[in-house]
């Protein structure tokens, strides 16, 4: 068996390869049978080989474009992690100014128990940053696209702005993965990705990610080592994600070209008020989305001019189209700004820090069926006048 340090070393040629070769093989053995070897790592009968999370840490920090990443048992765990390492009581974190979603109250949360300050900014105009920072401001935090309205953010001009300020910059990037954006070739210095949407892409196991530069993964490393019952992921669950990274650059290509395909029908049809998909023209960041992702993804938002009565009536009739917060699987998943929200967020909209969401709002995670029969769907569910 190769050693470790045999195992680390990087084949000189490994980067010149595709996205999706670099996503299925190994640096250093481009023939080597890694999965019968995680197989055995998981049953306990090869305590040599390399964990199952390792491998998945160095795969996705290759194909981020990172020096080193660090796994953990969910998205959230990620965020909290970010925090607790690099943040102190009285510190502030600037965040996009955005819609009030469960994902915005727990990072309200997470954030007021460190004594640790949110400061919403629109940074649709990366310019309000220098108005916003202060003695105590540390990092700028932000998803592109956003959730759920999918908004896109220029990575690369506010990377600029917050350096001059000396910040660090954290991309969300879950709704694009690795696939489509890569946050860090456009200045950010951190990313954080919900392993437990596209990355592994079939609904089945939780995990999140950070990935950036090895001095900082090691303080987030050394954090996370203090509360290993919040945040170790199971081998099992690094394997799963695992084997959805082989599939992420076809799935995502699946994901967006049908997702498209709806956003186009839908943006024709007398029923549609609005849509918003980013590599539609009439997106406002078309240009934007264009320039820094290789594909629209498969998360779309729409509204009917038939409003909130409109939205409920059309979604009961969906027969294909399944009726879920969840998103990023491979059926194809659809819900209403009621669900997306409630009343208990209303103070965090009345703080300044987001907006209230229309009641007119449809989020759809368009999966891998075929484009066609998805349409169909639609089409025969907005004929509910």
Request: net charge negative.
């Amino acid at each position: 068996m190769r050693d470790r340090d045999e195992l680390d070393a990087a084949d000189p040629e490994f980067d010149e390869l595709g996205f999706s070769t670099r996503a299925i093989h190994q640096p250093v053995d481009l023939s080597l049978n890694r999965p019968a070897q995680l197989v055995r790592e998981i049953s306990g009968a090869d305590n040599n080989a390399h964990s199952a999370t390792d491998m998945l840490e160095k795969t996705l920090a290759r194909l981020e474009g990172a020096e080193a990443g660090l796994v953990l048992s969910s998205g959230l765990a990620a965020f909290n992690m970010l925090a607790l390492a690099l943040l102190s009581e009285g510190d502030e974190m600037i965040v996009h100014r955005q819609v009030c979603t469960d994902t915005a109250a727990l990072m309200e949360k997470t954030l007021t128990r460190a004594g640790i300050t949110m400061v919403p900014v629109d940074l649709s105009l990366p310019a309000n940053i220098y108005r916003a920072v202060t003695p105590r401001t540390r990092l700028i935090y932000f998803d592109t696209p956003t959730n759920p309205l999918g908004d896109i953010l220029d990575i690369a001009a506010i990377a600029k702005c917050g350096r001059s300020c000396g910040l660090k910059i954290v991309v969300d990037s879950t709704f694009a993965s690795p696939a489509l954006q890569r946050p860090i070739e456009h200045g950010a210095d951190i990313v954080l990705q919900s392993l437990t949407k596209y990355i592994n892409g079939h609904g089945d196991t939780l995990g999140g990610a950070l990935l950036g530069d090895t001095a900082t993964i090691q303080k987030l490393r050394e954090t996370s080592l203090r509360f290993p019952e919040a945040n170790v992921i199971s081998p099992q669950a690094s394997f799963l994600i695992l084997r959805g990274v082989k599939t992420l650059a076809l799935r995502m290509d699946r994901h967006s070209s049908a997702a498209h395909a709806i956003a186009l029908t839908l943006e024709t049809h007398p029923a549609v008020a609005w849509v918003r998909y980013p590599f539609l023209p009439s997106h406002p960041n078309h240009s934007i989305a264009r320039r820094q992702m290789s594909g629209g993804s498969g998360m779309l938002a729409f509204g009917l001019r038939a409003g909130r009565d409109g939205a409920t009536a059309m979604i009961s009739r969906l027969r294909l189209i399944q009726s879920g917060v969840n998103l990023a699987e491979v059926g194809s998943l659809i819900c209403h700004s009621a669900r997306l929200t409630s009343t208990r967020h209303l103070s965090l909209s009345g703080g300044g820090l987001c907006d209230a969401l229309g009641d007119d709002v449809i989020r759809c995670s368009v999966g891998l069926e075929d484009a066609e029969d998805l349409i169909e769907d639609i089409l025969e569910a907005l004929d509910f006048g």
